[in-house]
């Protein structure tokens, strides 16, 4: 069975510091990582996906298969990015449920 | 351009109620499912669609049934609320493929006293 852990319930850091939220996941196939995103009063969003390697809203990802982690990096906060932070993985292929991790809770300070 | 509807934001229920949160999508897609946030344990999945009457467990199924009569639906139903299942339930929807990701409704709050 996979798991999604993410070992940070909250981060906190100043506007223009270095973010990174990390994401191990325990797998023994070739997963498909995601990030999602919920902004406050907002719904649950896609932020991105590894299998695109994008850059959205400034922040990447890259996908780790020796640490099996996928950590989420953005070298300058910006106050609207404080959120709540969702690492989830799906297993591929005719598999589509992802399963979640438990969160992180960014808050980006002035 | 809201894509996944859930039909309540907020509800209130009794202990024993039977209670039904409606979910539609209007993207055609394949998949449904139905989640659970608390806080502190993240999402958690309870059921899911992946064709019209067709479903399957997720992880906590207990307590909890679905029916998806209709492609562009997906109900959720407690079948006898209790108090432990206030909670805030999520819909999403998926192409059959997962690569693109889910679309999720905006949640409903549940309370049951």
């Known amino acids: 069975a996979q798991r999604v852990t993410q070992p940070e319930k909250l981060l906190s850091v100043f506007k223009g510091a270095p973010v990174e939220l990390k994401c191990n996941y325990s797998?023994?196939?070739?997963?498909?990582l995601f990030w999602y995103v919920q902004y406050s009063r907002q719904r649950l969003q896609l932020l991105l996906r590894?299998?695109s390697r994008e850059s959205i809203k400034g922040f990447t990802a890259d996908l780790n298969k020796g640490e099996t982690s996928f950590h989420l990096k953005k070298p300058f906060a910006q106050e609207e990015d404080s959120a709540m932070y969702y690492c989830a993985l799906s297993p591929g292929g005719s598999n589509y449920k992802l399963t979640f991790g438990k969160g992180t809770l960014l808050t980006v300070n002035p | 351009d809201v894509k996944v509807t859930q039909s309540s934001r907020y509800l209130v229920k009794r202990t024993g109620e039977k209670v039904f949160l409606e979910c539609v999508q209007d993207m055609d897609h394949e998949n449904m499912f139905w989640y659970r946030q608390d806080p502190g344990l993240g999402l958690r999945l309870i059921y899911f669609s992946y064709d019209v009457k067709m479903k399957e467990k997720g992880d906590i199924p207990e307590g909890y049934s679905v029916s998806r009569e209709k492609k562009e639906r997906f109900s959720l139903i407690l079948e006898s609320a209790s108090t432990n299942q206030t909670s805030m339930y999520l819909c999403?929807?998926?192409?059959?493929?997962?690569?693109?990701?889910?679309?999720f409704g905006s949640g409903t709050r549940l309370t049951v006293v």
């Open positions: 797998y023994s196939g070739s997963p498909e």
């Open positions: 999403a929807s998926s192409l059959l493929t997962s690569n693109y990701g889910y679309t």
């Open positions: 590894h299998i």
